[in-house]
């Protein structure tokens, strides 16, 4: 049986576990699974140990959407606009700040 990509970033992980692309990978093949919860964990791990430039906390955000947390998925948001404007990316903070108003205004 062939490994799977989840299987083989975790392997990655178990050699080079400071490998904070590894990390981040394992976490984006978590959300391609639909596996949201490891999803949640495998980020929280990578943005405790990575600067983000805020692409993690965006698919951070939408994890907690699938499993219910909006409040956690409208913070997620929020610290994604202030790594995405601390590191240049003016474009995805706006992005964020567009879905904040449009699907979290009360």
Sequence with gaps: MAATRIDTFKQMLEADPENTMVR???????LK???Y???IAALTD????ADDE?????MLARAYEKV???EDARRAFEQGI???ESHGHPSMAEDYRFTLSSE???
């Design 24 to 30: 981040f990978g394992l976490a984006n093949e978590y």
């Design 33 to 35: 699974a639909e596996r």
């Design 37 to 39: 919860d490891e999803a």
């Design 46 to 49: 990578y943005l405790q140990r």
């Design 54 to 58: 805020g692409a993690a906390y965006g």
């Design 68 to 70: 219910g947390r909006r």
């Design 82 to 84: 202030l790594a995405a």
């Design 104 to 106: 979290y205004e009360d």
